[in-house]
């Protein structure tokens, strides 16, 4: 049972332009969401998150969007650059300090 | 301030061979973890340790063991390697009451 689901395997975008990624949820419980950014050979990195409160949290050029009612998340990289070329992948946990569950990564390509 | 280290970065195991991953962090984090990347499946969390003396299975706990040795490490061990457990193998610890800082990976082999 895939709690959290990211359905694009890979996106790829220009330069300058936005890039969009998806995540999806099942759990109503999930209390608080977190991108992770993961280099080739490296380990992940934490992003952006935002709490189940919020429909929306800014940082920089990156802004996460939460829709409750649909269960569903956004991450959205503006403008987007060559080094944001990365797997990117949402989580969601269920209760403070809780395990974190993961979706299965989106590959995003930022081209020249 | 290394953060989260992990030793072996890479390894290659026989089937049925044994072997520990190592893992250790410097921040000060009560909480640890021990996640599988397997392509198309994400990270999935095999163990973890809330804090010292405590340990808990994650989703995929079997065919591991673990060890909170201290505050700063917490081992992953296969006591019999089989090719399903080829995997790249992420230590993470916790800090506050959400993000996880993650270590660089073991890069694990099993023929």
């Known amino acids: 049972d895939q709690q959290v689901k990211q359905n694009s395997p890979s996106l790829s975008v220009q330069e300058g332009r936005i890039s969009i990624l998806n995540c999806d949820y099942t759990?109503?419980?999930?209390?608080?969401f977190l991108w992770y950014k993961k280099y080739p050979a490296e380990g992940p990195t934490f992003l952006i998150s935002i709490s189940s409160i919020k429909d929306k949290n800014e940082d920089g050029r990156f802004t996460v969007f939460l829709n409750k009612s649909a269960k569903h998340l956004s991450l959205h990289i503006v403008p987007s650059q060559p080094g944001d070329s990365a797997v990117y992948f949402c989580?969601?946990?269920?209760?403070?300090?809780?395990?974190?569950?993961f979706g299965q990564g989106t590959e995003l390509s930022v081209k020249p | 301030n290394a953060g989260v280290t992990q030793t072996p970065k890479f390894q290659v195991l026989k089937t049925g061979q044994s072997m520990t991953l190592q893992c250790a962090q410097d921040?000060?984090?009560?909480?640890m973890y021990w996640y599988r990347q397997d392509p198309g499946m994400g990270l999935r969390l095999i163990y973890y340790?809330?804090?010292?003396?405590?340990?808990d299975k994650g989703e995929v706990p079997n065919g591991y063991n673990v060890s909170r040795l201290n505050k700063r490490e917490f081992s992953l061990r296969l006591e019999s390697a089989a090719p399903s457990q080829t995997s790249v193998y992420f230590c993470?610890?916790?800090?506050?009451?959400?993000?996880?800082?993650f270590g660089p990976g073991t890069r694990l082999t099993v023929l």
């Open positions: 340790s809330a804090s010292e003396g405590t340990t």
């Open positions: 921040m000060n984090h009560n909480s």
């Open positions: 759990n109503s419980m999930f209390d608080y």
């Open positions: 989580a969601a946990r269920r209760n403070q300090g809780g395990k974190l569950i």
């Open positions: 993470a610890s916790r800090w506050g009451a959400n993000e996880q800082f």
